[in-house]
């Protein structure tokens, strides 16, 4: 099947970056839109930034200006590079791809989410 494994997450000091990385594999046709979601504690998921297939990227009003969202089809991977981090970005991050396995079918995947906590 369809497998979606992210990385990077780390403990990091207010004002710090980190890269995060997912990357798509199994029985893979196509890649549409992917996506980076964070969901802290307490709250629920949302998205933090989306990239289609044709590069063309939409943020959070609140991290715009800070994270970027890029991607390598021929890697299948999607990755969000993380600047100028506050501790209110504190959050578990998860990856999200919409992965056609055939010209005909597909779903949307989840990674297992990646940790990020900044703190002093």
């Known amino acids: 099947q369809v497998q979606l494994v992210e990385s990077g997450g780390d403990l990091v000091q207010p004002g710090g970056s980190l890269r995060l990385s997912c990357a798509a594999s199994g029985r893979i046709f196509s890649i549409n839109d992917m996506a980076w979601y964070r969901q802290a504690p307490a709250k629920q998921r949302e998205l933090v930034a989306l990239i289609t297939r044709g590069n063309s990227a939409t943020y959070a009003d609140s991290v715009r200006g800070r994270f970027t969202i890029s991607r390598e089809n021929v890697k299948n991977t999607v990755y969000l590079q993380l600047n100028n981090l506050k501790p209110e970005d504190t959050a578990v991050y998860y990856c999200?791809?919409?992965?056609?396995?055939?010209?005909?079918?597909?779903?949307?995947?989840w990674g297992q989410g990646t940790q990020v906590t900044v703190s002093s």
């Open positions: 999200n791809a919409d992965i056609k396995q055939t010209p005909w079918s597909g779903n949307l995947y």
